[in-house]
């Protein structure tokens, strides 16, 4: 049933209408005008999840539109949208005859991360991965003439495009010990887990841990964070890990042979020691993206302990922690675009004082530090303590207290920020340069971080619908 | 005290503020301290109910999100906090009304913000309003202290986040654990795990070391709430959570707990009485204080319980006294340091006559509430093993040595220091605070009844 | 030959990759190294079609080959690019982003 792909229509829609549009439209208008047209587009998309939800549970070849991957579909509309609307006016005027194709690229990755969960062939699947990988390679250079550009785009580059090589052989490997490359035929075929089957594995995992950054595949992420444009960066700190990680999900519960404790052990690992290197690393840093670039491995390793549950309600609280993430992270570096914007540079430094100079702005960063800190009553506090509990349900309380207790070394390096916003006193003059795309986004996260903090009951019970999908 | 107030009044006075110019210090503090009157008033209601019949419990709101329960509930014992935390927020923002000098809206937005958390804190009858309560009040002190601090705010500012933080991370697994049923009432680990986390806040001997620098450089307001409420969630949670989700466990770690209740409240004063700066003085005696609080709920009797209240009180009415006398001579003089003083008695009567008043109440005198709470306490001692009881009977002439030292030191003697010859005595504000302070230490010390009656089970 | 040989070919093919990927020092070689990773799986895909005789695998080195080209060449545009702007492909001579 060709309706299975609906989602995936209305996302090339967009990307013909981008190209075709980029013909007619006159240069310096070029940017805001397709820049809102996409923005509303997917928002009235997002709006349509509710009409696209009767196509759930169909599916076309290997493709499936279940539940789970409905909700991340939501989820990587919803990143697009407040990461188009935050890079507007960054497009208009700071890229120059590749303003269109921003956006193109950006809704191609999207394309692909759409597909990526959906997919159930390994081959469809490493398409998807790196539909939604190349696109992403270039946006990061995309301020050609930058200084800092290539060196970013080379790097991110050669890390995921190693990781795509050790994937695709991880993924050989499991084809010659399976015989096939059908998730369900795999799953019928493999009772045991041989050698071969279980390198394999582990190569595909590795590959998965880098587009994630989980630890030791996280090396990489600072420096594309830094570099990478702000309001780039606030998509990417988002949607291509909820991917991955929705990959992860779907390659554990579904390929993988009912006996996975040892691979979900793996993960317990890789869990504490994301939890521990990010947080420990992020403390010396003095910017404000490099801070929040180690932050947001140190968020892995809590999104790490719902899926080493193993459990459905592992995996609703993820989702969980996924939106909530969403609206932390984006707000975070609509945050420090906002300040690049105003000031040009985003050392921690440089925010001295600011809830003198640009309260509301102050505020709204306070909160968004809140909720990554996950401090009650915002929705990163929901999102923290659901996955926690979830761990501590399947026996993993060891891991719940150390992560409880490493999210008070990240509490304290997010009180550094809020210090020197709120305690700390400068001169240096800060007028608040915040175009109306950026504030719309700003706006959203903030909103979502409040009244999912204040209602989790409703994202809640939608994680919970979407979880149910993958275990049978 | 209904729930939406506590949540709203707040809130609506920071919107009023955000019409009103930094410049109209009066009306601010005025506003703010209506808004913080309110939830005191409302109390006076349950008084009478609870002066009614003292085992009556007021469900005030109870929901279930996603199987997660949220309660709050009031009843005596909870009363008798909230009933002190409602006493001492309006006091000590009526004290800043010219100690605080700039920054003043923020100030009380976070004053009203941290009330109605610890209101709410209090009133919480399930796990997880109780922790969301206890992180959230993290918040307001870390910008009180950071802002309106003293010389060493930042080092304190580090240690009390740190250590609050850490708190809250046992807090929180230990509270995942008996969600989720994994901890039970046998659970030794869970048992550790909260009542590491109570002994960090109220503080116990070896985890007090945050308490003596962040009572010493909060501002005078912060100091008040620090000592006289913050320090009662630690014990609140003991009382309410930790006996009666881990009464097994307990009986394990009791002896453990015991001795280092006893070990605080001679540490406490020891090293009290080696200070040299009288702020940091008051706050080391609040560990010797707390000290008594966690005996007397470990002695599972009901004068224990009893006596614990009675303390959890008494040390909020007087040490924040201390804390406000010292805030009085720190704003006219600029120093905390005894050297500097002496001999003041004479120039500033008043002012002395209180802080005679409220050292004494530390010791304990008779006529004074102290030494109706403290012999409760002594007296569950004997009840349960003359040991104890003993070796409590000694705190006295511990708290004595502090005490009279600071009253010595500072108001008797030879006047050394000229610049204190013209020193200032009490004006009407400061005045109006302390008697209302005195008022409860009396009143109580004479005619404990109604106290008594309220924790009588 | 036998297939099994051929795939200790490909798992030869793929430590080389792999070592070339770690030890270059010019992102040229860096590339080289990255198709030969690709190629290994390619290989594997081929000889694994041929053992479980599956035609899948045949179809995935289709697909491998056009994706590697794509991803390949992108990395060449990105050196072409540092090497306009620095005069240098060496990769650990571009280090002003500290990590």
Same mark, same amino acid.
């Given at each position: ?50 009409y ?55 809704l191609?990755s ?8 959906s997919?159930?062939?390994f081959l469809?699947?490493?398409?998807a ?9 270039v ?8 200084r ?8 991110f ?13 991880g993924?050989s ?14 799953k019928a ?24 950054a989980t630890f030791?595949?996280h ?32 390659i554990?519960?579904e ?5 996975r404790?040892?691979?979900?052990l ?5 869990s ?6 990010? @947080? ?43 939106f909530?993430?969403?609206?932390? @992270? ?6 420090a675009e906002?300040?690049r914007?105003?000031?040009k ?25 809140l909720s990554?800190?996950g ?12 996955v ?6 399947a ?39 915040m ?11 903030i909103?979502?971080i ?19 999908s993958?275990?049978? | ?27 601010i503090?005025?506003?703010s ?7 005191f008033?409302l ?9 009614f019949?003292?085992l ?22 909870s009363?008798i906090l ?5 006493l ?16 003043i ?26 922790f969301?309560?206890?992180e ?5 002190? #870390?910008?009180?202290?950071g ?7 930042k ?25 989720t049923g994994?901890?039970?009432e ?9 009542s ?6 109220i ?18 307001a ?16 003991? #009382?309410?959570f ?13 002896n ?16 009290s ?11 080391y005696s ?20 009893q ?22 001579l720190?704003k ?6 005894l050297?500097?003083f002496?001999g ?5 009567p ?11 109440a ?19 001692g ?9 070796i409590?009977s000694?705190?006295?002439f ?9 009253v ?6 030879e ?8 020193l ?34 | ?11 030869f ?26 190629n290994s ?21 289709l ?30 001579e ?6």
């Amino acid at each position: 049933m060709i309706k299975a792909l609906i989602i995936e229509f209305h996302i090339l829609f967009l990307i013909f209408l981008t190209f075709l549009l980029d013909f007619f439209l006159p240069e310096e208008k070029k940017g805001t005008i397709l820049g809102y047209l996409n923005a509303i587009l997917l928002l009235l998309g997002i709006l349509l999840f509710f009409y696209f939800r009767n196509y759930i549970d169909t599916f076309i070849g290997d493709f499936y539109l279940d539940k789970f991957a409905f909700a991340l579909k939501l989820l990587f509309f919803s990143a697009a949208f407040i990461g188009i609307m935050g890079s507007i006016h960054f497009v208009e005027n700071e890229l120059h005859k590749r303003k269109a194709e921003y956006y193109m690229l950006l809704l191609t990755s999207v394309l692909g991360m759409s597909i990526l969960v959906s997919s159930k062939n390994f081959l469809l699947f490493f398409i998807a991965f790196e539909l939604m990988s190349i696109p992403l390679y270039v946006l990061s250079a995309i301020k050609k003439y930058d200084r800092l550009s290539p060196e970013v785009g080379l790097k991110f580059f050669l890390v995921g495009a190693f990781s795509a090589g050790i994937m695709f052989f991880g993924i050989s490997l499991i084809y010659g010990a399976s015989g096939n490359l059908d998730f369900i035929k795999i799953k019928a075929n493999v009772f045991d887990i041989t050698p071969l089957f279980a390198t394999g594995f582990i190569l595909l995992l590795s590959g998965m841990g880098f587009k994630i950054a989980t630890f030791p595949f996280h090396s990489w992420l600072p420096d594309t964070y830094e570099g990478a444009p702000e309001s780039f960066v606030a998509f990417l700190s988002v949607a291509p890990k909820a991917a991955g990680l929705g990959a992860i999900f779907r390659i554990i519960f579904e390929v993988l042979p009912s006996s996975r404790s040892e691979f979900l052990l793996l993960i317990v690992i890789l869990s504490a020691f994301s939890m521990f290197i990010g @947080n420990l690393l992020a403390l010396p840093q003095k910017n404000l993206k490099r801070l929040l670039g180690y932050s947001s491995i140190a968020h892995i390793g809590y999104i790490l302990v719902g899926v080493a549950a193993g459990s459905e309600k592992g995996i609703a609280m993820v989702v969980f922690y996924l939106f909530a993430y969403m609206f932390s @992270n984006m707000g975070a570096f609509l945050f420090a675009e906002t300040v690049r914007n105003t000031i040009k540079k985003t050392d921690i430094d440089d925010l001295r004082g600011l809830a003198q100079k640009a309260p509301v702005l102050s505020l709204s960063m306070l909160i968004i530090l809140l909720s990554l800190g996950g401090i009650p009553p915002v929705a990163g506090f929901w999102a923290k303590l659901y996955v926690f509990l979830a761990g501590v349900r399947a026996g993993l309380w060891y891991l719940a207290l150390w992560g409880a207790i490493l999210s008070i070394v990240a509490l304290f390096y997010y009180l550094m920020v809020a210090k020197r916003m709120y305690i700390e006193n400068s001169e240096e003059e800060f007028r608040t340069n915040m175009p109306l795309g950026l504030k719309l986004a700003m706006i959203i996260c903030i909103a979502g971080i409040l009244f999912f903090g204040v209602f989790p009951k409703i994202l809640y019970n939608f994680s919970f619908w979407a979880a149910g999908s993958l275990l049978h | 005290m209904n729930i939406p107030l506590l949540f709203v009044s707040p809130a609506i006075c920071s919107i009023l503020f955000f019409f009103i110019k930094e410049e109209k210090r009066n009306l601010i503090f005025n506003l703010s301290l209506l808004f913080s009157l309110i939830p005191f008033l409302l109390s006076f209601y349950f008084l009478k109910i609870f002066l009614f019949n003292p085992l009556t419990k007021i469900t005030l709101f109870t929901c279930s999100i996603n199987g997660l329960k949220f309660a709050f509930l009031i009843e005596s014992f909870s009363f008798i906090l909230i009933f002190l935390n409602n006493l001492l927020f309006p006091l000590s923002i009526y004290f800043s009304k010219d100690d605080i000098l700039f920054r003043i809206k923020e100030f009380n937005i976070w004053m009203l913000f941290s009330q109605s958390a610890l209101n709410l804190l209090f009133l919480s009858d399930s796990l997880l309003p109780f922790f969301i309560f206890w992180e959230f009040s993290i918040i307001p002190f #870390y910008f009180l202290i950071g802002i309106w601090g003293g010389e060493r705010k930042k080092i304190a500012n580090y240690k009390f986040v740190f250590y609050t933080l850490l708190s809250g991370a046992f807090l929180l697994t230990g509270i995942i654990g008996v969600l989720t049923g994994f901890f039970d009432e046998k659970s030794k680990i869970g048992f550790l795990l909260f009542s590491l986390a109570f002994a960090i806040k109220i503080p116990l001997f070896p985890f007090h070391t945050w308490l003596p620098d962040a009572h010493t450089e909060a501002p005078t307001a912060g100091s008040v709430i620090l000592a006289g409420i913050l320090l009662k969630m630690g014990t609140w949670g003991f #009382y309410k959570f930790l006996l009666k989700l881990f009464p097994v466990a307990f009986l394990f770690y009791k002896n453990l707990i015991i001795f280092l209740s006893i070990f605080s409240i001679f540490y406490g004063a020891l090293m009290s009485f080696a200070q040299e700066d009288l702020k940091r003085l008051i706050a080391y005696s609040s560990v010797s204080h707390m000290g008594f609080v966690i005996f007397g709920l470990c002695m599972e009797k009901i004068s224990g319980i009893q006596g614990a209240f009675f303390q959890m009180f008494n040390h909020g009415i007087v040490t924040g006294a201390l804390f406000i006398l010292v805030g009085i001579l720190y704003k006219r003089t600029h120093t905390r340091k005894l050297s500097d003083f002496g001999g003041i008695s004479k120039i500033v009567p008043r002012f002395s006559f209180y802080f005679v008043l409220f050292s004494l109440a530390t010791i304990a005198l008779p006529g004074t509430s102290n030494f109706v709470g403290e012999f409760l306490v002594i007296f569950s001692g004997f009840f349960t093993k003359i040991l104890y009881g003993v070796i409590l009977s000694f705190a006295p002439f511990f708290a004595a040595l502090y005490a009279l030292k600071a009253v010595k030191r500072t108001l008797w003697g030879e006047l050394k220091n000229k610049n204190l010859l013209t020193l200032p005595d009490l004006d009407l504000k400061e005045k109006v605070i302390l008697i209302s302070l005195t008022f409860f230490v009396i009143l109580l010390g004479l005619f404990p009844h109604p106290f008594l009656y309220l924790t009588y089970r | 030959m036998e297939l099994k040989s051929l795939f200790f070919l490909s798992i030869f093919l793929f430590s080389l990759g792999l070592y070339g990927v770690l030890s270059r020092r010019n992102a040229m070689g860096i590339l080289i190294a990255l198709e030969l990773i690709f190629n290994s799986a390619n290989l594997n895909f081929g000889i694994f079609s041929k053992i479980h005789a599956n035609p899948s695998g045949v179809m995935t080195i289709l697909f491998g080959i056009g994706i590697t080209a794509a991803e390949i060449v992108l990395g060449f545009a990105i050196v072409i690019l540092l090497f306009r702007l620095r005069k240098t492909s060496n990769a650990d001579e571009v280090h002003i982003l500290r990590g």
